[in-house]
């Protein structure tokens, strides 16, 4: 399944909310993302087809491990994109809303060359994920 850039964002707020909390569900990933629970049901189905995510008896949600490692690579991205453009100055909330765009159409090769380049400017740890 190809995943579209709002797939690839619920698969990231999935793995937040997880770190975060230990659990996810439907509501939360709504809350989480500020859109309402039957786009995010629509979302979690299209997931679950795509063998991204698995929903337990409790409607529980789980990343299985290819929704996992897209999620850690989009996430991934995401951190090192916005903590770079913080260290070059710009404001954390556009720096956010700027990796929540670059993200997902960055080539990586481009990523790579921009990880060394803030690997090199003092950001070491700026490709490791944290918490939002």
């Known amino acids: 399944m190809n995943l579209?850039?709002?797939?690839?964002d619920y698969?990231?707020?999935i793995l937040i909310l997880q770190q975060k909390n230990g659990y996810v569900r439907s509501l939360d990933i709504a809350q989480f993302m500020n859109v309402s629970k039957p786009s995010v049901s629509n979302a979690i189905q299209?997931?679950?087809e795509g063998g991204f995510q698995t929903m337990d008896k409790a409607k529980f949600i789980t990343l299985t491990e290819p929704g996992?490692?897209?999620?850690?690579?989009?996430?991934?991205?995401?951190?090192?994109?916005r903590d770079g453009l913080i260290s070059l100055g710009?404001?954390?909330e556009t720096a956010e809303q700027?990796?929540?765009r670059i993200e997902h159409d960055i080539s990586r090769e481009t990523f790579d060359k921009l990880k060394e380049?803030?690997?090199?400017?003092?950001?070491?740890?700026?490709?490791?994920?944290?918490s939002r």
């Open 90 to 92: 710009v404001d954390p």
């Open 11 to 13: 698969l990231e707020a």
């Open 98 to 100: 700027d990796a929540c």
């Open 68 to 81: 996992h490692e897209v999620a850690t690579h989009i996430y991934e991205r995401h951190c090192m994109l």
């Open 46 to 48: 299209l997931l679950r």
């Open 4 to 8: 579209h850039r709002s797939g690839e």
């Open 117 to 130: 380049l803030f690997f090199r400017l003092g950001q070491r740890d700026a490709a490791e994920p944290e």
